[in-house]
Nanobody, 120 residues
Framework: QVQLVESGGGLVQAGGSLRLSCSAS????????MAWFRQAPGKEREFVAR????????YLANSVKGRFTISRDNAKNTVYLQMNSLKPEDMAVYYC?????????????WGQGTQVTVSS
């Protein structure tokens, strides 16, 4: 079992920045792809960013390209999401997730989420 805990959310003005962290415990995540998703009120959960197990490959949703960066520190068992130039439409609960090794592209462990609020 692995437990994922997100932190770093909060209230920020439009144009501001936040860095989210996803810390894993129980088992290492160093061999797994990791991703961030978000869900705004009344909307479906949507993909934000993914990073490969060694950080060598990243992929971001078009809506956040050029503004968000995903990174990881396997020594700390932690994944990050740096969010710059935040917009009101980025407001959501952000979740990190571990990619399944059995079925790539699906996610088998999720954190509880951290709220990001962007004021205009």
């Amino acid at each position: 079992q692995v437990q994922l805990v997100e932190s770093g959310g909060g209230l920020v003005q439009a144009g501001g920045s936040l860095r989210l962290s996803c810390s894993a415990s129980g088992r290492t995540i160093s061999s797994y792809g990791m991703a961030w998703f978000r869900q705004a009120p009344g909307k479906e959960r949507e993909f934000v960013a993914r990073i490969s197990w060694n950080g060598g490959s990243t992929y971001l949703a078009n809506s956040v390209k050029g503004r968000f960066t995903i990174s990881r520190d396997n020594a700390k068992n932690t994944v990050y999401l740096q969010m710059n130039s935040l917009k009101p439409e980025d407001m959501a609960v952000y979740y990190c997730a571990r990619e399944s090794s059995a079925i790539p592209g699906t996610y088998d462990y999720w954190g509880q989420g951290t709220q990001v609020t962007v004021s205009s």
